[in-house]
């Protein structure tokens, strides 16, 4: 049974949790959360640097592609082409309007709702979906174990596309060997790379439940992924459609923090080395902040060591 996922949250200054100085903030007092980055600073641009320290901030735009068309009445389209298309498993789409209502086999279909739709140069003419669903690590996010491949090096840089750092992950030897036979939160928590793991098999996660379809390299079963930064950037930055779209679907799908604060994972490596005496390790990797009620409600990219525990989303181009 999918387990409810923690809340974690960072504040600008990120505060000292136990044993674990520099991580984000649990605002609501659950869950943990574990390694050295720090965050400083508001405003727009910049990257974190290395050492677990960040100066990189965002804002709250539009996210850029088609805004929430202004749809009185139901409309199914073959393929989703809107901010806050609710996509379901045959790869159709049901346009969102604050009316909408949907029956019990469209929510039983749903499995993403739109959060981009083209119109970014850097992002491209893809159609990007978030799933219904996140998973918060209780005690690490990327890789747990220092011996760990992926926590040693920065090949999974891509910063607009986190299919292909996920796929880098994947062909790791040691994410290779990885095999859960039960699909739940106790088991993945034992992985070396359960950020990765558990978006690899999204299609697998309880409430989600997209069959799965061997012959078909595009099936919707596939290719699910951790979004890189500039993708997260978008996806937190429609973070509030996105919430009244899964609104219409369940009321257990895990909505964005609409209070507080929460921090998480993108899929981008930080390039600056964080160990001076064996420069081949890149021990950090990107996040942002979501606070909602912010004048700047999307914060980062900040930088923190992989094995620290923040929340991660699966995203699927469409």
């Known amino acids: ?111 993403a709702v739109i959060f981009y739709a083209g119109g970014d140069n850097e992002l491209g003419s893809r159609k990007l979906g978030v799933g219904l669903y996140e998973y918060c690590h209780t005690r690490s996010y990327y890789a747990q174990n220092s011996n760990t491949t992926g926590r040693k090096t920065n090949d999974a840089n891509d910063e607009t596309n986190g299919l292909n750092n996920q796929k880098v992950m994947e062909n790791y030897d040691d994410y290779k060997t990885q095999f859960i036979s039960d699909f739940d939160s106790d088991h993945l928590d034992n992985l070396d790379y359960p950020a990765f793991y558990w978006t690899g098999n999204y299609y697998d996660w309880d409430g989600v439940d997209i069959p799965w379809d061997e012959s078909n390299p595009n099936a919707l079963c596939k290719n699910w992924y951790v979004p890189a930064t500039k993708e997260l950037k978008k996806l937190l930055e429609q973070s509030t459609i996105v919430n009244k779209a899964f609104a219409k679907i369940s009321d257990t799908a895990d909505k964005f923090t609409e209070t507080g604060y929460k921090s998480y994972w993108s899929s981008t490596t930080d390039n600056n080395p964080t160990n001076s005496i064996s420069p081949e390790k890149y021990e950090n990797a990107y996040y942002f902040i979501l606070e909602p009620q912010a004048t700047t409600k999307v914060q980062g990219p900040y930088s923190i060591k992989k094995d620290s525990a923040l929340a991660v989303r699966a995203v699927h181009a469409f």
């Not at 996922?5 to 044993?19: D, F, K, N, P, Q």
């Not at 910049?46 to 050492?51: F, W």
């Not at 073959?78 to 029956?103: E, F």
């Open 1 to 111: 049974m999918k387990k409810l996922l923690v809340t974690v949250a960072a504040i600008l200054a990120i505060a000292m949790l136990t044993g674990c100085p520099g991580a984000p903030k649990d605002t609501d007092g659950s869950g943990s959360n574990s390694g050295n980055g720090s965050s400083a600073g508001t405003g727009n641009g910049g990257n974190g640097s290395g050492g677990g320290s960040g100066a990189g901030t965002g804002s709250s735009g539009s996210g850029g592609g088609n805004e929430t068309p202004a749809v009185t009445q139901k409309t199914i389209k073959n393929v989703p082409d809107a901010i806050g298309d609710i996509v379901l498993k045959d790869g159709k789409a049901i346009a969102y309007y604050d009316g909408l209502t949907l029956t019990d086999a469209e929510k039983a279909d749903a499995i």
